[in-house]
């Protein structure tokens, strides 16, 4: 399989680019950098038929790669805790600015992937993460904490409250 095209990479940044920007991410200013990364997913994409995570080892099979299939599962936590993602293809809004630099960011994914989550009970007091609430325009989210721009309104991470 060939790599892909310099036009195909460019397609891919775009959509990325303009996909990440609705939803209140950034993209890594280093363009070169993000590139590289584009081709790889638009690599894994011809290989797996799905866009794995270039920088984590994709075991071929869609379920078992869920939680890297970009945006992989990981990706709010490590913002959140370290600004980038693992593999740095989405950056908080002061590295994309340019008023700070992504460090490295530990691997959160298990060993082999995740494993099979049994079924919550049932009732509030069961959910896995807290839900945030979006006081400017209701949005909801459940994760650990809220997200750094709502990805409706573009509020502030200041502006959400926990909801649940």
């Known amino acids: 399989m060939p790599p892909p095209s ?49 920088c984590r080892l994709a075991a071929g099979i869609r379920e078992r790669d869920l939680d890297i299939v970009c945006p992989c599962d990981y990706r709010d936590p490590d913002l959140t805790e370290h600004g980038a993602c693992y593999c740095a293809l989405y950056v908080s809004g002061e590295i994309a600015a340019g008023n700070a630099k992504a460090g490295a960011v530990p691997e959160r994914r298990p060993p082999g992937g995740p494993k099979k989550k049994e079924t919550p009970a049932a009732g509030l007091g069961a959910l896995p993460f807290p839900v945030w609430r979006c006081r400017v325009c209701g949005y909801l989210c459940a994760r650990d904490s809220p997200p750094e721009v709502c990805p409706v309104c573009k509020a502030k991470a200041d502006r959400f409250e926990r909801f649940i």
């Open 6 to 54: 310099d036009a195909e990479i460019e397609r891919e940044y775009l959509r990325l680019k303009k996909e990440a920007e609705a939803g209140g991410y950034h993209l890594s200013p280093d363009r070169a950098f993000v590139n590289g990364l584009v081709a790889g997913l638009l690599a894994n994409t011809e290989r797996y038929g799905y866009p794995s995570c270039p």
